[in-house]
């Protein structure tokens, strides 16, 4: 299994970036998959999941602001930011689940204020 994120990059508050997370190796419609970030010191926590049902939930601090989605034809999972605050700023993983828990490299989401 493999997983390639990217999207991140430099961004001022009130701004916006989508993420992408390209997996390859798994069967993607039968996944669930999350999006995790980590900033310095912090432990990693969970942003926002979709499941193969399509079922999604978001982490309070992130809901209203951020969209998770899937494509199960590109075997990509996306995350779109808006509103952007520099507390979002963070490594962001993308993690899949399916016969087992994979992560990708992690992109890099820095919010200037």
């Known amino acids: 299994v493999q997983l390639q994120a990217f999207g991140g990059g430099l961004v001022q508050a009130g701004g916006s970036l989508r993420l992408s997370c390209a997996a390859s190796?798994?069967?993607?419609?039968?996944?669930?998959m999350n999006w995790y970030r980590q900033a310095p010191g912090n432990q990693r926590e969970r942003v926002a999941t979709?499941?193969?049902?399509?079922?999604?939930n978001y982490a309070s601090s992130v809901k209203g602001r951020f969209t998770i989605s899937r494509d199960s034809s590109e075997s990509s999972v996306y995350l779109q930011m808006n509103s952007l605050k520099p507390e979002d700023t963070a490594v962001y993983y993308c993690?899949?689940?399916?016969?087992?828990?994979?992560w990708g490299q992690g992109t890099l989401v820095t919010v200037s204020s």
């Open positions: 993690n899949i689940i399916q016969s087992g828990s994979f």
């Open positions: 190796g798994i069967i993607f419609r039968f996944a669930t």
């Open positions: 979709i499941t193969s049902a399509g079922t999604i």
